[in-house]
């Protein structure tokens, strides 16, 4: 399972970024489930950012309620992160997450009931 995260960078305070992630395995994907986005900056722990469910139903952070927006595309097996009014508080690697249900190309094995991670992009946001 591989879970390819861009659009990460460097913005001034107050600019936008947007984030995407594609879902892709070696077999078939039956469902996606969850879909979310999460963050580490240095010395913390990785905390949620966003989330949104198969049927689309938000779930946000307090810090960036009315500032980001979470959004899916069943059909590309993606998840968007729209960053707005950006804060120096903001920096940090992002992470994307799924819940997905998928089959093996080769062995024919059904994987359900775990969550993959991206390896992060790193979002800076500093003058």
């Known amino acids: 399972v591989q879970l390819q995260a861009s659009g990460g960078g460097l913005v001034q305070p107050g600019g936008s970024l947007r984030l995407s992630c594609e879902v892709s395995?070696?077999?078939?994907?039956?469902?996606?489930?969850?879909m979310g986005w999460y963050r580490q900056a240095p010395g913390k722990q990785r905390e949620l950012v966003a989330r949104?469910?198969?049927?689309?139903?938000?779930n946000y952070a307090d810090f960036v309620k009315g500032r980001f927006v979470i959004s899916r595309d069943s059909a590309k097996n993606s998840v968007a992160l729209q960053m707005n009014s950006l804060k120096p508080d903001d920096t940090a690697v992002y992470y994307c997450?799924?819940?997905?249900?998928?089959?093996?190309?080769?062995?024919?094995?059904?994987?359900?009931?775990?969550?993959?991670w991206g390896k992060g992009t790193q979002v800076t946001v500093s003058s």
């Open positions: 395995v070696s077999g078939t994907i039956f469902s996606i489930n969850d």
């Open positions: 997450n799924a819940d997905l249900v998928w089959e093996h190309g080769i062995t024919g094995t059904v994987e359900a009931g775990k969550d993959y």
């Open positions: 949104i469910s198969s049927g689309g139903s938000t």
